[in-house]
């Protein structure tokens, strides 16, 4: 597979660690990587992001095949991740570092992404507090929050182990004809 092949999407889900390692587990997931979106500085440390002075979203940057997956797909999986109604939270973890956002690179995704919100928001109470916007700026975190799970496999995790389980087990059956 060669990477200009490959699309990609930002999904800030809270702790970057879990939400790394789901979407890890889901078939047509090539690569990912975390670190921190849309704030209003440069090049941002763990430290600094934890202040909530910088504005930035612990954010998984996710690599995908769309022979294998889409985006819709991604998007379902993501929204089963996550309270798309809580606002700075996700599981204990609090600060505008854990809010949650889907954030685009590609005009032509948006679409897709505003008729997946449509979707969750038939299915939930109160008001979707999920970002939906184009990607302003994604800085890499530092090495030790890559693949963190992976490399802890006892660490911390917002995300439940089943979530895990039920991510490797999802197949996006329709992204052949989409």
């Not at 916007?133 to 911390?156: C, V």
Request: proline fraction near 3%.
């Amino acid at each position: 597979m060669e990477k200009d092949e490959l699309k990609e999407i930002y999904l800030a889900g809270g702790c970057f660690w879990g939400t790394e390692h789901y979407f890890k587990q889901i078939d047509g997931v090539v690569d990912t990587e975390v670190g921190y979106a849309n704030g209003r500085t440069e090049n941002p440390t763990y430290k600094e992001v934890c202040t909530d002075k910088t504005g930035f979203a612990e954010t998984v940057h996710v690599m995908y095949d769309p022979a294998k997956v889409s985006l819709k797909f991604l998007l379902e999986m993501y929204f089963k991740a996550i309270d798309p109604t809580s606002v700075n939270r996700q599981g204990h973890d609090t600060g505008t570092q854990y809010r949650t956002g889907v954030y685009y690179t590609d005009k032509d995704d948006e679409a897709v992404i505003n008729e997946a919100f449509a979707d969750e928001q038939k299915h939930i109470n109160g008001k979707i507090a999920v970002e939906n916007l184009p990607l302003r700026n994604f800085y890499k975190a530092e090495d030790y929050h890559q693949n963190y799970l992976d490399k802890n496999p006892n660490g911390y995790c917002h995300l439940p182990q089943s979530l895990f389980e039920f991510a490797r087990k999802a197949r996006d059956n329709r992204a052949k004809t989409q």
